[in-house]
């Protein structure tokens, strides 16, 4: 039972950090006097996600594994969206 609740809790984890990121990228203000310290802390939080999903892959069942490609496709976009920005 213990690796079944730990392939949870990797899980749980991972689709924490995404929120989180998510959150973040999403109250950004690129006018903000602040911005730049904003983009450090979403770029720690989208390493920190990345690095959960990676250890929730470990262990995760196929519907986990699913669903954690998606997060990673949804910091993909993220980092896509600021690099892009960033550009402009």
């Known amino acids: 039972m213990p690796y ?9 984890a991972a689709q924490q950090g995404t ?5 973040i990228y999403e109250n950004i203000v ?3 006097a602040d911005y730049g310290s904003q983009l450090k802390h979403l770029s ?3 390493n920190e996600a990345y690095q959960q999903i990676n250890n929730a ?3 995760a ?3 986990q594994r699913q669903r ?3 997060y990673q496709q949804d910091l993909q976009r993220i980092v896509n969206e600021v690099n892009q920005s960033e550009k402009q």
């Open 19 to 23: 929120n989180e990121a998510m959150d």
């Open 57 to 59: 892959l470990e262990n």
């Open 4 to 12: 079944n609740k730990n392939k949870q809790q990797s899980f749980q």
């Open 44 to 46: 720690e939080e989208v």
């Open 68 to 70: 954690l490609e998606q």
């Open 30 to 32: 690129k006018e903000d």
């Open 61 to 63: 069942s196929d519907t």
